[in-house]
């Protein structure tokens, strides 16, 4: 589906981010990652079910870069950035499941191309009514221009007050491998969406979201994005086949890729 969007100078900044949950057990590589920053280019990258071998990624890759475990559990939330932080990302407790609990990483930046923004990089958990509350939690620790991307857990329609969801429709997630559901989202407060995809499935069981964004202090309307961008067309052609050539591949005896 493509929705008509509004006219953007090419001279105005744009944020690009992407966010991938790798899976944490025999999951993407941090091969897979690198292959996705490269090719992809993302501004800020976004990651869930992150294990300790990740902290190599700014060796490889030069960025900021912070991880944080899950209380009781050996994986958690991770963020790499070209963009420098304008503090350590903190942790934002949220209302704990039954067995799970979760936090969300916060970023801050101050940026002077976006000015100063906050990113909630989110795992929520599995109960509906639970997750919509995790969401509010989060709401009141951010800053007016601020964006909350990751793994909802959630089906059906998110309804947060002053945020909107500018992610792509597609399913990014197979439940029992048969059922698609749309578990990953992006959900932002004072940017303007240009684009948004859903990339290839390769690595995990999750296929990654990225969205490209400006700043905008003003209302959004119905059609203020579209699911992709003529403009960035070359690179998702690029990062499908290296995901056809390279990694699948390379891990392909390890573990089959599907595509769903």
């Given at each position: 589906m493509t929705l008509s969007a509004p006219s953007v100078s090419a001279a105005q900044p744009r944020l690009r981010v992407i966010s991938w949950n790798l899976l944490h057990a025999g999951g993407a590589s941090l091969e897979e990652v690198k292959l996705l920053i490269e090719t992809m280019q993302p501004d800020i990258l976004l990651m869930q079910e992150v294990r300790s071998f990740m902290d190599a990624l700014p060796q490889e890759i030069p960025g900021s870069y912070a991880r944080a475990t899950l209380p009781g559990r050996a994986h958690g939330t991770a963020c790499w950035s070209r963009l420098p932080l304008a503090c350590t990302p903190h942790l934002a407790p949220l209302p704990p499941g039954l067995f799970v609990r979760r936090n969300a990483q916060v970023l801050r930046f101050d940026d002077p191309r976006f000015g100063v923004f906050s990113i909630a990089n989110v795992h929520l958990s599995h109960g509906q009514l639970l997750n919509r509350r995790q969401l509010r939690t989060i709401r009141d620790s951010l800053t007016d221009q601020a964006i909350i991307m990751g793994d909802f857990n959630q089906v059906g329609?998110?309804?947060?007050?002053?945020?909107?969801?500018?992610?792509?429709?597609?399913?990014?997630?197979?439940?029992?491998?048969?059922?698609?559901?749309?578990?990953d989202r992006c959900l932002v407060r004072g940017f303007r969406p240009v684009s948004c995809r859903v990339l290839p499935r390769f690595g995990s069981d999750h296929r990654a979201i990225a969205v490209t964004l400006v700043p905008n202090a003003?209302?959004?309307?119905?059609?203020?994005?579209?699911?992709?961008?003529?403009?960035?067309?070359t690179p998702i052609a690029d990062f499908t086949d290296k995901a056809a050539t390279d990694a699948q591949l390379r891990y392909a005896a390890a573990r089959p890729v599907t595509t769903p």
């Amino acid at each position: 589906m493509t929705l008509s969007a509004p006219s953007v100078s090419a001279a105005q900044p744009r944020l690009r981010v992407i966010s991938w949950n790798l899976l944490h057990a025999g999951g993407a590589s941090l091969e897979e990652v690198k292959l996705l920053i490269e090719t992809m280019q993302p501004d800020i990258l976004l990651m869930q079910e992150v294990r300790s071998f990740m902290d190599a990624l700014p060796q490889e890759i030069p960025g900021s870069y912070a991880r944080a475990t899950l209380p009781g559990r050996a994986h958690g939330t991770a963020c790499w950035s070209r963009l420098p932080l304008a503090c350590t990302p903190h942790l934002a407790p949220l209302p704990p499941g039954l067995f799970v609990r979760r936090n969300a990483q916060v970023l801050r930046f101050d940026d002077p191309r976006f000015g100063v923004f906050s990113i909630a990089n989110v795992h929520l958990s599995h109960g509906q009514l639970l997750n919509r509350r995790q969401l509010r939690t989060i709401r009141d620790s951010l800053t007016d221009q601020a964006i909350i991307m990751g793994d909802f857990n959630q089906v059906g329609p998110v309804w947060l007050r002053h945020f909107r969801d500018v992610g792509p429709r597609a399913k990014t997630h197979r439940l029992l491998n048969r059922v698609p559901l749309r578990l990953d989202r992006c959900l932002v407060r004072g940017f303007r969406p240009v684009s948004c995809r859903v990339l290839p499935r390769f690595g995990s069981d999750h296929r990654a979201i990225a969205v490209t964004l400006v700043p905008n202090a003003q209302p959004l309307s119905a059609s203020s994005f579209q699911e992709t961008d003529p403009q960035d067309s070359t690179p998702i052609a690029d990062f499908t086949d290296k995901a056809a050539t390279d990694a699948q591949l390379r891990y392909a005896a390890a573990r089959p890729v599907t595509t769903p």
